[in-house]
T-cell receptor, first 115, second 116 residues
Framework: DAGVIQSPRHEVTEMGQEVTLRCKPISGHNSLFWYRQTMMRGLELLIYFNNNVPIDDSGMPEDRFSAKMPNASFSTLKIQPSEPRDSAVYFC?????????????FGPGTRLTVT | AQSVTQLGSHVSVSEGALVLLRCNYSSSVPPYLFWYVQYPNQGLQLLLKYTSAATLVKGINGFEAEFKKSETSFHLTKPSAHMSDAAEYFCAVSADSGGGADGLTFGKGTHLIIQP
């Protein structure tokens, strides 16, 4: 299996621009998670989906952030408008809810820089 | 609500020495606990997990951890450090089901340095 795929791997954008991060989970997994990693705050859960349905978005910083999962194979995290404080590494992870492994598999991350 | 505290943001050991990375957790329900490793510019890789089976858990690369409920701890150990172990290590806890359907709460991480 190719693992969790994220694109782009690096994104540099100017403040005020819209940014879209993409994630393809592992085939057969039915839970998908978005995390953000910064030096100041460490790794934070932003939102997660079970069977394409958002379950908990309490970690989303503010209304500028939105996430969708239109099907089992694809999710997006959008920031509009972007701000310099959004600069971070954004990770997507997937797992098989109800399975016995309890393991979340992480993608390589997208490094976002907002200037 | 859950939380994780990792004692020591940086730990330095000599090659061949014992590695001990400390993790304490707080959870209102029986926890599921994990250790992940992150190499520079990479994603997170699972080292091991506790899911209410055996309290001593063995993972990859010679690492193991022991769940101690009375101490609310899940410390990570390795008998003999190798240069390739140099990385960032994260302890994490998830909520009741642990079935992969709940988000993880991570500690701040411990940067492991291996001295030659």
């Amino acid at each position: 299996d190719a693992g969790v795929i994220q694109s782009p791997r690096h994104e540099v954008t100017e403040m005020g621009q819209e940014v879209t991060l993409r994630c393809k989970p592992i085939s057969g997994h039915n839970s998908l998670f978005w995390y953000r990693q910064t030096m100041m705050r460490g790794l934070e859960l932003l939102i997660y989906f079970n069977n394409n349905v958002p379950i908990d978005d309490s970690g989303m910083p503010e209304d500028r952030f939105s996430a969708k999962m239109p099907n089992a194979s694809f999710s997006t995290l959008k920031i509009q408008p972007s701000e310099p404080r959004d600069s971070a590494v954004y990770f997507c992870a997937s797992s098989l809810a109800g399975g016995r492994s309890y393991e979340q598999y992480f993608g390589p991350g997208t490094r976002l820089t907002v200037t | 609500a859950q939380s994780v505290t990792q004692l020591g943001s940086h730990v330095s050991v000599s090659e061949g020495a014992l590695v001990l990375l400390r993790c304490n957790y707080s959870s209102s329900v029986p926890p599921y606990l994990f250790w992940y490793v992150q190499y520079p510019n990479q994603g997170l890789q699972l080292l091991l997990k506790y899911t209410s089976a055996a309290t001593l858990v063995k993972g990859i690369n010679g690492f193991e951890a022991e769940f101690k409920k009375s101490e609310t701890s899940f410390h990570l150990t390795k008998p003999s450090a190798h240069m390739s172990d140099a990385a960032e290590y994260f302890c994490a806890v998830s909520a009741d089901s642990g079935g992969g359907a709940d988000g993880l709460t991570f500690g701040k991480g411990t940067h492991l340095i291996i001295q030659p």
